[in-house]
């Protein structure tokens, strides 16, 4: 199955076409036809050691965790986001908010990234925030306003040009007019059945009553799911979401799981973070309405939705988060190195507050499945990066289980990726 798949994504990358593109001009194009860009088939690495990879690991010593729990730098990886594990290999990819994805590799299997350097050089990504694997080994690459999918990356990322597949165009993703800087950085996870999820920020704080319709529409504001091969049989799955900036899926009942970060401009405590669950297609999660159990419209940051009428059946998040400390990744832990109450349960990265009087967040959650597939109680995992000044010393952004059952973990603020172990 594999292999044919491979084929047809080859078929379909211009293999057997013979177009021939504009040198220099159209990378894409070129590389969608596996012909040589002529970018440098050198690609400078990014240093692991020096006095910045040292100041990482003593400022990991003030990270608090659980006994028996170990915390170190796993690499140095500027502007670290969203993290995708390699299936058959000792690497990932991991995605940043600007023009790079990282491959990160342990080529020597200690534990520790022995390289780290640009993933498809040649190519022009633009916030290229959301990466993610289909079931057969394709990487998947969500931009801000485009998705690509890379065919057998983790076996030909060493040269700058790699086979690639354009699923949804530029400007394509969503309507460009809507294009914005904020809430752009999108995060992906692909089902068992096949389909690619996508979050789609809105991108207000709060969005005015005249873009409702729309939104609800296109799904931005929503989780979209459709073909990560040719963008075929897009629908929008859920709606009602602000900006969610983390997913995964259960693979026991196979529940779409996300975080949806808070309104701004409310206060210190309100509103709440959000935990949610997708138990079927088609769900609204209450949002301009309700912000966890907060009510937003007609609120001070949307008093142009006063009139807005309730959502139909919308359902609530299974956690509420302390306010602002803006939850991002999130990760199904199933493996067999961390003690038995973990597995089968989420970590949660919160990023870290921008705009409250007293800063908070900047640790990882735990949260239990219950036997009911709902949400148990949350509770800190890890936390140390803010200090008693309120001054970070890191921002978590994702979480990671590798194959071997340790945990990574990645901060855009200081740009490294960590691994958490566990020892009797």
Same mark, same amino acid.
């Given at each position: 199955?594999?292999?044919?798949?491979?084929?047809?994504?080859?078929?379909?990358?211009?293999?057997?076409?013979?177009?021939?593109?504009?040198?220099?001009?159209?990378?894409?194009?070129?590389?969608?036809?596996?012909? $040589?860009?002529?970018?440098?088939?050198?690609?400078?690495? $990014? =240093?692991?050691?020096?006095?910045?990879?040292?100041?990482?690991?003593?400022?990991?010593?003030?990270?608090?965790?659980? =006994?028996?729990?170990?915390?170190?730098?796993?690499?140095?990886?500027?502007?670290?986001?969203? *993290?995708?594990?390699? =299936?058959?290999?000792? *690497?990932?990819?991991?995605?940043?908010?600007?023009?790079? $994805?990282?491959?990160?590799?342990?080529?020597?299997?200690?534990?520790?990234?022995?390289?780290?350097?640009?993933?498809?050089?040649?190519?022009?990504?633009?916030?290229?925030?959301?990466?993610?694997?289909?079931?057969?080994?394709?990487?998947?690459?969500?931009?801000?306003?485009?998705?690509?999918?890379?065919?057998?990356?983790?076996?030909?990322?060493?040269? =700058?040009?790699?086979?690639?597949?354009?699923?949804?165009?530029?400007?394509?993703?969503?309507?460009?007019?809507?294009?914005?800087?904020?809430?752009?950085?999108?995060?992906?996870?692909?089902?068992?059945?096949?389909?690619?999820?996508?979050?789609?920020?809105?991108?207000?704080?709060?969005?005015?009553?005249?873009?409702?319709?729309?939104?609800?529409?296109?799904?931005?504001?929503?989780?979209?799911?459709?073909?990560?091969?040719?963008?075929?049989?897009?629908?929008?799955?859920?709606?009602?979401?602000?900006?969610?900036?983390?997913?995964?899926?259960?693979?026991?009942?196979?529940?779409?799981?996300?975080?949806?970060?808070?309104?701004?401009?409310?206060?210190?405590?309100?509103?709440?973070?959000?935990?949610?669950?997708?138990?079927?297609?088609?769900?609204?999660?209450?949002?301009?309405?309700?912000?966890?159990?907060?009510?937003?419209?007609?609120?001070?940051?949307?008093?142009?939705?006063?009139?807005?009428?309730?959502?139909?059946?919308?359902?609530?998040?299974?956690?509420?988060?302390?306010?602002?400390?803006?939850?991002?990744?999130?990760?199904?832990?199933?493996?067999?190195?961390?003690?038995?109450?973990?597995?089968?349960?989420?970590?949660?990265?919160?990023?870290?507050?921008?705009?409250?009087?007293?800063?908070?967040?900047?640790?990882?959650?735990?949260?239990?499945?219950?036997?009911?597939?709902?949400?148990?109680?949350?509770?800190?995992?890890?936390?140390?990066?803010?200090?008693?000044?309120?001054?970070?010393?890191?921002?978590?952004?994702?979480?990671?289980?590798?194959?071997?059952?340790?945990?990574?973990?990645?901060?855009?603020? $200081?740009?490294?990726?960590?691994?958490?172990?566990?020892?009797?």
């Amino acid at each position: 199955m594999k292999s044919t798949r491979l084929w047809m994504a080859l078929l379909a990358c211009g293999l057997a076409t013979g177009a021939m593109a504009q040198a220099g001009k159209d990378n894409l194009a070129t590389l969608k036809q596996m012909k $040589v860009s002529g970018v440098d088939l050198n690609i400078p690495p $990014v =240093p692991q050691e020096g006095r910045n990879a040292e100041a990482i690991r003593a400022n990991l010593r003030s990270v608090k965790l659980p =006994p028996g729990f170990k915390i170190e730098l796993y690499a140095v990886v500027p502007d670290a986001r969203h *993290m995708a594990v390699a =299936p058959s290999t000792n *690497m990932l990819f991991v995605g940043t908010r600007k023009t790079r $994805v990282w491959a990160v590799t342990d080529r020597n299997g200690d534990g520790t990234a022995d390289e780290v350097k640009p993933f498809a050089p040649s190519l022009n990504f633009k916030v290229p925030n959301g990466v993610c694997w289909t079931k057969d080994g394709f990487l998947v690459v969500v931009e801000h306003n485009r998705v690509l999918n890379f065919p057998a990356a983790e076996f030909f990322y060493e040269g =700058p040009d790699v086979a690639v597949i354009e699923v949804v165009g530029q400007g394509k993703l969503i309507p460009e007019e809507e294009e914005s800087f904020n809430h752009g950085a999108r995060v992906c996870r692909v089902s068992d059945d096949g389909k690619l999820y996508i979050t789609l920020g809105q991108p207000h704080n709060v969005q005015p009553a005249g873009k409702l319709a729309l939104y609800d529409q296109i799904g931005i504001g929503g989780i979209v799911r459709l073909n990560p091969f040719d963008g075929s049989g897009r629908e929008v799955f859920a709606r009602g979401v602000r900006n969610s900036v983390g997913m995964d899926i259960n693979p026991k009942d196979k529940t779409v799981w996300w975080t949806d970060n808070q309104t701004d401009g409310l206060g210190d405590e309100v509103p709440p973070g959000e935990l949610n669950r997708s138990t079927a297609a088609g769900q609204h999660f209450g949002y301009p309405y309700w912000n966890g159990k907060f009510k937003v419209a007609g609120s001070a940051a949307a008093p142009d939705l006063k009139d807005m009428k309730e959502p139909a059946n919308a359902v609530f998040p299974q956690v509420e988060f302390p306010a602002h400390q803006a939850q991002l990744g999130m990760a199904f832990y199933n493996g067999s190195m961390f003690p038995t109450k973990y597995r089968g349960g989420m970590f949660v990265a919160a990023h870290g507050s921008w705009n409250r009087t007293k800063a908070t967040g900047a640790l990882i959650n735990y949260v239990p499945v219950n036997a009911d597939g709902t949400a148990g109680k949350s509770e800190v995992f890890a936390e140390g990066w803010l200090d008693a000044n309120g001054v970070y010393k890191g921002r978590p952004v994702d979480v990671a289980p590798m194959k071997d059952g340790s945990l990574l973990i990645s901060d855009d603020y $200081v740009g490294a990726i960590y691994r958490v172990t566990y020892a009797n």
